[in-house]
């Protein structure tokens, strides 16, 4: 996915999103997925620290499904003690 992200910023390929993952992020039903930006889930709560002391990291999901899956393996992680505090986005 990343290889295919970076020929789509070099002009060299198109990535179109499902328009269900459009939905998800928010976009009226219907819309065309043709000419839309690909749609990124995260949840800044499930950040992890960066090695070395750097920046942390935070996953980003082109699908609101692995997004809901790894908060729910964070909350599990937990014993369910921050689940109310997770919000994707």
Do not use: W
């Amino acid at each position: 996915m990343g290889q295919a992200y970076r020929l789509s910023m070099e002009g060299k390929a198109l990535l179109v999103p499902s328009v269900k993952e459009l939905e998800a992020a928010g976009a009226p039903a219907g819309a065309s997925p043709n000419g839309q930006e690909l749609p990124l889930f995260g949840c800044l709560q499930i950040s992890r620290p960066a090695a070395e002391g750097g920046n942390p990291v935070l996953p980003l999901f082109v699908s609101k499904a692995d997004a809901e899956r790894a908060v729910a393996d964070a909350v599990s992680m937990t014993d369910g003690e921050d689940e109310d505090g997770l919000e994707i986005m």
